[in-house]
């Protein structure tokens, strides 16, 4: 069963696809409707965060030594995604302890490093993830009343040869992939798809207002809903990792005044006017991070640390603990606000502001500050 949902790349349409966690979640479903009934489900669906339903046949479901078995195939659609036509296997056991367990299995990865989604010794099954697979467990024990403890094992065959095409061992995830997803759905890196987007929705943009909010992506919407952001009548367009082309695009339409809101793990590369944040293009978080803190008083041990951390989350742990953080974040923003300045021209006023998943607001470059106190009410 195709999944057909399909965004435009010019005159193209490209097809999405579901994440490895949608898979995971359909394959959990499939395993407890086997165990709990009996029954070998024909077809498992669900609907995604997103608010996509999902629909598919099982690779397979079967029982297999006291233990339901059921394998989904990754479908990442036009994507170019390590995981495209991946089985994602889901076993599920009756277990003595009440509720419900999720791990991870052969070819699911482990964290091995502080800061990431998931605490180190866990499988990498990221937040989003648990929360689908827990969802659709429970929904079978309802419907067949069962009020039992089951655990739930997610497995990826070849997940650990595929991992090694992934950045996995870099971040500290070692043994497998990540079973990763905030929407459930896989929408095309087609970089001229998401530009000729992007342009389109700048220039809409533009017709109704002369001032816009970018943001990346979801983390950057979902802070923007959390904050009441998106109610100042303030169009927003997500940009992904486009940022100066969005700011060429910007500033082309005759935008005046524009507020860049992101995650630290992207917007720090702006403090070394990297402009295009995808990791194929550059990945100096850490370096730019250590860079700032060793001007800032950081010593050796805590320089090395930070370069060796494996997100911007624990870089901001490392440089809490030494009473740095406040320093090192000043002047990113300040090197941040030059570059984005630079770039968007001197008829488009443009600030950023930073934050972070796991502390909140970091801060905003002073250009942001006026920006925001001139179009809250």
Same mark, same amino acid.
């Given at each position: 069963?195709?999944?057909?949902?399909?965004?435009?790349?010019?005159?193209?349409?490209?097809?999405?696809?579901? /994440?490895?966690?949608?898979?995971?979640?359909?394959?959990?479903? !499939?395993?407890?409707?086997?165990?709990?009934?009996?029954?070998?489900?024909?077809?498992?669906?669900?609907?995604?965060?997103?608010?996509?339903?999902?629909?598919?046949?099982?690779?397979?479901?079967?029982? =297999?030594?006291?233990?339901?078995?059921?394998?989904?195939?990754?479908?990442?659609?036009?994507?170019?995604?390590?995981?495209?036509?991946?089985?994602?296997?889901?076993?599920? $056991?009756?277990?003595?302890?009440?509720?419900?367990?999720?791990?991870?299995?052969?070819?699911? !990865?482990?964290?091995?490093? @502080?800061?990431?989604?998931?605490?180190?010794?866990?499988?990498?099954?990221?937040?989003? @993830?648990?929360?689908?697979?827990?969802?659709?467990?429970?929904?079978?024990?309802?419907?067949?009343?069962?009020?039992? !403890?089951?655990?739930?094992?997610?497995?990826?065959?070849?997940?650990?040869?595929?991992?090694?095409? /992934?950045?996995? @061992?870099?971040?500290?995830?070692?043994?497998?992939?990540?079973?990763?997803?905030?929407? !459930?759905?896989?929408?095309?890196?087609?970089?001229?798809?998401?530009?000729?987007?992007?342009? *389109?929705?700048?220039?809409?943009?533009?017709?109704?207002?002369?001032?816009?909010?970018?943001?990346?992506?979801?983390?950057?919407?979902? $802070?923007?809903?959390?904050?009441?952001?998106?109610?100042?009548?303030?169009?927003?367009?997500?940009?992904?990792?486009?940022?100066?082309?969005?700011?060429?695009?910007?500033?082309?339409?005759?935008? =005046?005044?524009?507020?860049?809101?992101?995650?630290?793990?992207?917007?720090?590369?702006?403090?070394?006017?990297?402009?295009?944040?995808?990791?194929?293009?550059?990945?100096?978080?850490?370096?730019?991070?250590?860079?700032?803190?060793?001007?800032?008083?950081?010593?050796?041990?805590?320089?090395?640390? *930070?370069?060796?951390?494996?997100?911007?989350?624990?870089?901001?742990?490392?440089?809490?603990?030494?009473?740095?953080?406040?320093?090192?974040?000043?002047?990113?923003?300040?090197?941040?606000?030059?570059?984005?300045?630079?770039?968007?021209?001197? *008829?488009?006023?443009?600030?950023?502001?930073? $934050?972070?998943?796991?502390?909140?607001?970091?801060?905003?470059?002073? /250009?942001?500050?006026?920006?925001?106190?001139?179009?809250?009410?």
């Amino acid at each position: 069963m195709n999944f057909e949902h399909y965004i435009r790349s010019g005159q193209r349409l490209l097809r999405c696809g579901y /994440t490895t966690g949608t898979c995971a979640a359909l394959a959990a479903q !499939g395993a407890s409707r086997l165990l709990l009934s009996g029954a070998v489900p024909r077809t498992v669906c669900l609907v995604t965060p997103k608010g996509w339903p999902v629909q598919v046949l099982p690779q397979f479901c079967r029982m =297999e030594s006291g233990k339901a078995v059921c394998g989904i195939r990754k479908d990442a659609g036009d994507d170019c995604d390590v995981t495209d036509g991946m089985t994602i296997v889901a076993s599920v $056991f009756r277990t003595d302890l009440p509720g419900i367990t999720i791990d991870g299995g052969t070819g699911v !990865g482990r964290v091995t490093r @502080p800061g990431l989604d998931q605490p180190v010794g866990a499988a990498a099954i990221n937040t989003v @993830p648990r929360r689908m697979i827990e969802e659709q467990v429970r929904q079978v024990c309802a419907q067949q009343a069962y009020s039992g !403890g089951l655990l739930v094992e997610i497995s990826i065959p070849g997940g650990a040869e595929a991992a090694q095409k /992934t950045f996995n @061992p870099k971040l500290g995830v070692e043994g497998g992939l990540s079973v990763l997803g905030t929407s !459930g759905v896989v929408e095309p890196m087609s970089e001229q798809a998401l530009v000729d987007t992007l342009a *389109l929705e700048i220039r809409q943009a533009a017709a109704q207002s002369r001032r816009l909010i970018l943001t990346p992506g979801n983390y950057g919407a979902d $802070f923007l809903h959390t904050n009441g952001l998106d109610a100042l009548g303030i169009p927003v367009v997500k940009c992904s990792n486009f940022i100066g082309d969005a700011l060429d695009m910007a500033a082309a339409e005759g935008i =005046e005044q524009l507020l860049l809101v992101g995650h630290m793990g992207k917007l720090v590369k702006l403090a070394g006017g990297v402009m295009n944040t995808h990791s194929r293009y550059a990945d100096c978080r850490t370096e730019l991070i250590c860079a700032h803190a060793a001007v800032s008083g950081a010593g050796p041990e805590l320089c090395a640390a *930070l370069l060796a951390a494996p997100t911007t989350d624990a870089c901001l742990e490392l440089l809490e603990q030494g009473g740095l953080r406040d320093a090192v974040i000043g002047r990113l923003l300040a090197a941040i606000s030059s570059h984005l300045q630079q770039r968007a021209g001197d *008829l488009c006023q443009a600030g950023a502001l930073l $934050f972070s998943n796991q502390y909140g607001l970091l801060g905003l470059t002073d /250009t942001a500050k006026e920006i925001l106190a001139q179009w809250k009410p």
